[in-house]
Nanobody, 122 residues
Framework: QVQVMESGGGLVQTGGSLRLSCVVSGSIFLINAMGWYRQAPGKQRELVASITSGGSTNYADSMKGRFTISRDNAKNTVYLQMNNLKPEDTAVYYC????????????????WGQGTQVTVSS
């Protein structure tokens, strides 16, 4: 059974940093892309950053230059280094494993974690 588990959230002051981690466990044959999304209260879930198995990255404009996504394919783990955090970064951050194909399964689909809270105080 595939599980997606985030960690690393917490409370930080404006200008501070946090590093989020996400581990995808289970019998996995392939993960296409891995990414981070976030959802603030009263707002829609939005893309923060994503990274393909080949290392190509994509960032939302407001995160460019502050956030860095990286991935360890051997460990099925993705990281999000967040620097210069702002109060508007406060949200629940979700990890997404896109196009995940478990071993012995023909199809692929997306898997989501339960989310980790990031709160930035002013």
């Amino acid at each position: 059974q595939v599980q997606v588990m985030e960690s690393g959230g917490g409370l930080v002051q404006t200008g501070g940093s946090l590093r989020l981690s996400c581990v995808v466990s289970g019998s996995i044959f392939l993960i296409n892309a891995m990414g981070w999304y976030r959802q603030a209260p009263g707002k829609q879930r939005e893309l923060v950053a994503s990274i393909t198995s080949g290392g190509s990255t994509n960032y939302a404009d407001s995160m460019k230059g502050r956030f860095t996504i990286s991935r360890d394919n051997a460990k099925n783990t993705v990281y999000l280094q967040m620097n210069n955090l702002k109060p508007e970064d406060t949200a629940v951050y979700y990890c997404n494993a896109e196009g995940l194909r478990p071993l012995g399964v023909r199809g692929a689909r997306d898997y989501w974690g339960q989310g980790t809270q990031v709160t930035v105080s002013s």
